[in-house]
């Protein structure tokens, strides 16, 4: 099968370096499959079937020319406050670059094209080893009878614990135009750093237009929080509405629509004040998300208490005591861990109307994606045949902001 892996720019980076650990045993990534192969374009086929839409790779995508490129983490210039709660406020404690210690990866990619009239088609395989679904999760703290959890931004290499994602950024044609500069640098324009007025646990690099009325079209697939939903989550990139340069000065927003996820986990008890997680499945072991459905049944629980030793008092009536199992709720491996977020089928809406199919073959991802050539919606790229239109594309590897990136590239429809 095939290793795959979306580079978006979600954060510029201009040097683009070869990586050094580049998988060169991934099956058929970087491999002419016969029908030719481009570095820079994808030309999309006109299909005469579309392919079954399931994940599987279908006959007809052997005929369709594939772009076989890799994406890159590069450095991505130093952290100017602490990002992790667990730092204290102590900037010596995290890695000096804001994608250490991913800097340096890169994942080679395969991605093709296909349409029908109506329809877009894409197949995406990129390079992955490991299905990451454990995403900052809930442990124990014996020493301070606390619950914590795991590391959002990795501090070393053993410290990665967060959802697999891809992510894909398109221009929009505003009034006939196209952002200024996107063909030329795709996803890095909408890229801003040392951006002022940062306080701890925020980034001095936002992603924004950098001029009025301008848009793009943001991909951003999450393993974990689209897992009901099948879709990647379909969002924007507007201006700074009046906060250019300055932290505060965030350009994405999300499409229309019912959001597939609630990933606010901590409920903070009224009488200790003491935190912990919001929601659990009492008993369950290696559980990463837990579902509106299961909250409404009874099969998972909210917790309604966390007493000063850390006891959980649930909405069943019942408690959990971790100090009776350490071993289970601890930090790094315990199977009791509680995962951070809930997550629906979302709607059939525009948020939502980007469909993804997404299989872990042990070796990489390979991700299938349908969506309309033209939806209709003034926040989404439109795709014309026998046009051109400039993309970025981005992966991230068990990684919540560094990722590897892909950028200027064009997909040629044919």
């Not at 900037?91 to 990619?109: A, N, R």
């Not at 070393?156 to 063909?183: C, L, R, S, T, W």
Request: hydrophobic share 35%; charged share 25%.
């Amino acid at each position: 099968m095939k290793l795959f892996k979306f580079n978006l720019v979600l954060i510029a980076v201009f040097a683009m370096s070869l990586a050094n650990c580049t998988h060169d045993d991934a099956p058929n990534i970087g491999v002419d499959p016969g029908v030719g192969s481009s570095t820079e374009q994808l030309l999309v086929k006109k299909f005469t079937t579309a392919p079954t839409f399931d994940g599987e790779i279908d006959e007809i995508w052997s005929t369709a020319r594939p772009l076989l490129s890799a994406a890159t983490v590069t450095p991505a210039g130093d952290r100017t406050v602490p990002l992790n709660r667990s730092s204290l406020g102590n900037l010596s404690l995290e890695p000096k670059d804001l994608f250490d210690p991913y800097t340096g990866e890169s994942y080679k990619y395969s991605l093709r094209g296909g349409h029908d009239g109506t329809y877009l088609y894409l197949l995406l395989e990129y390079e992955d080893e490991a299905d990451s679904r454990d995403r900052e999760s809930f442990y124990f703290d014996p020493a301070t009878k606390t619950w914590n959890r795991e590391n959002k931004y990795a501090n070393h290499k053993n410290d990665k614990f967060y959802e697999d994602k891809f992510g894909m950024m398109f221009p929009i044609k505003v009034n006939g135009q196209y952002p200024a500069g996107f063909a030329a640098g795709t996803c890095t324009v909408t890229c801003h750093g040392s951006l002022t007025g940062t306080a701890a646990g925020t980034k001095s690099t936002r992603h924004y237009m950098k001029n009025a009325g301008e848009l793009a079209d943001l991909w951003h697939w999450k393993r974990n929080r689209n897992v009901l939903s099948q879709s990647v989550d379909d969002g924007y990139v507007r201006d700074s509405e009046g906060k250019d340069g300055l932290s505060t000065a965030n350009g994405r927003k999300a499409d229309a629509g019912l959001s597939m996820y609630n990933d606010s986990p901590v409920f903070t008890d009224p009488v200790t004040k003491k935190e912990g997680p919001k929601w659990v499945k009492k008993g369950v072991e290696n559980y990463f998300w837990i579902t509106d459905a299961e909250l409404a049944s009874g099969a998972a629980q909210t917790v309604t208490g966390v007493s000063d030793t850390g006891v959980l008092t649930l909405s069943n009536g019942s408690t959990i005591d971790p100090n009776t199992d350490l071993v289970a709720y601890s930090k790094g491996f315990g199977k009791k861990r509680f995962p951070t977020i809930t997550v629906n089928a979302g709607g059939a809406d525009g948020r939502s109307e980007t469909q993804v199919r997404a299989k872990h073959t042990g070796s990489g991802w390979q991700i299938e994606i349908k969506r309309k050539l033209n939806t209709g919606d003034p926040t989404d790229a439109v795709f014309v045949v026998g046009e051109e239109i400039a993309f970025g594309l981005s992966i991230f590897n068990n990684s919540a902001i560094a990722h590897g990136m892909s950028n200027f590239k064009t997909m040629k429809i044919e």
